[in-house]
């Protein structure tokens, strides 16, 4: 596999410094930092240090071992390896930690979608602290960043910041998909996610990342091991329900920025390139709706269409059923009205 780590776009290289006030980004309340940074009112870079050679060969194994694992499940499932046990841990953590992302890491921490309580706030960072994307700071910054420069220079993933010939697309595909990932500069956390970094709780969760990423990986060999009350049972469910989850998990989260950016219909805003793309709804847990997500990004639901199915929507409302979450955005007749572009 070639490696793209030279890659560098036009996005990378201006670096833009344009200031966006905490309260006009996404999930910002205008509320001022509090961290050993002080307080400041002026413009912070939208960059912020670069990433050691250590971190950014982890970076590169946790995407291509999965993505190799993903590749070998194939022949592997016919023939040997592949048991109920394993698929039914799959599912399970692919879930949890899909999930966790969806409606903790993007839903309520990068756009305040709603409110929790502590114990789902720390529940919610956790799960999507096991699905190796990344620390929960970082990621909300860079998604941050995403949706103030969307489709611009200074947006971290988007696949048109190279132009539209053939050769341009494809290489924005790739590089929106899962070359960003290997760029070396980091996005200014202090800029863009405040409000995580003043959480004692959440910083706590954020330092703890390699231990939950280690327990996303050893929960499935010990649940495995138990159940088959084999070593072999543990292998194989560290295969499946490992590996080939984590990078089946890395794909679809990666096809929001590539594929919902570039295939699909935009009922709803057309300030950028987002589409909503329906194959992906039920493996996306209703991420793919991602065009009504831009127009409308603090709402619960993205799939708000009759029959577009939003599987973190439906579990945003259990935990607002359960009491766990309250204040929770959801679509109004009005809001949906001011964001379509079909009547
Ligand atoms: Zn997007
Ligand atoms: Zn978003």
């Known amino acids: 596999m070639s490696t793209p780590a030279a890659a560098s776009t036009p996005a990378a290289r201006s670096r833009p410094t ?9 999930g910002g309340d205008g509320q001022e930092l509090s961290t050993s940074r002080g307080t400041s009112a002026g413009p912070r870079p939208m960059l912020h240090g670069r990433r050691p050679g250590s971190e950014q060969l982890l970076v590169t194994l946790f995407i291509v071992l999965p993505t190799l694992a993903l590749i070998a499940a194939v022949p592997f499932a016919w023939g040997w390896g592949l048991t109920w046990t394993d698929i039914g841990l799959a599912v399970f953590f692919y879930l949890l930690c899909g999930l966790g992302v969806t409606a903790g890491f993007h839903r309520y921490f990068t756009h305040r979608a709603f409110k929790a309580n502590r114990a789902l ?5 956790v799960a999507g602290s096991m699905a190796f994307q990344g620390s929960i700071i970082t990621w909300v910054a860079d998604h941050r960043r995403h949706h103030i420069f969307t489709d611009k220079e200074g947006d971290p993933h988007s696949p048109w910041l190279f132009g539209t010939s053939a050769a341009a697309v494809a290489r924005g595909f790739w590089h929106a998909h899962l070359g960003w990932l290997f760029e070396k500069d980091k996005t200014n956390t202090y800029r863009f996610a405040p409000d995580l970094l003043s959480d004692p709780d959440i910083r706590r969760v954020n330092r703890q990342n ?5 327990l996303s990986l050893t929960m499935p060999i010990l649940l495995g091991g138990l159940i088959s009350w084999s070593w072999w049972g543990g292998l194989t469910a560290f295969f499946w329900a490992g590996l080939v989850r984590v ?3 890395h794909h679809i989260t990666w096809s929001t920025n590539s594929i919902c950016h570039m295939i699909g219909n935009r009922p709803f805003t057309q300030r950028d390139r987002s589409t909503n793309f329906w194959p992906l709804a039920i493996l996306s847990m209703g991420e793919s709706w991602h065009n009504l997500h831009h127009a409308d990004p603090t709402c619960a639901r993205h799939g ?3 029959g577009q199915v939003d599987m973190t929507a439906r579990l945003i409302w259990i935990f607002e059923k359960f009491g766990w979450a309250h204040d929770v955005r959801w679509p109004s007749t009005r809001r949906l009205a001011r964001v379509s572009t079909v009547q």
Do not use: F
Request: aromatic content about 4%; hydrophobic content about 50%.
């Open 247 to 249: 990078a089946a998990l």
């Open 210 to 214: 390699v231990g939950w990423s280690t």
């Open 18 to 26: 344009s200031s966006v006030p905490p309260a006009a980004q996404p």
């Open 121 to 125: 706030r720390i529940a919610l960072a």
């Open 304 to 306: 708000v269409r009759r």
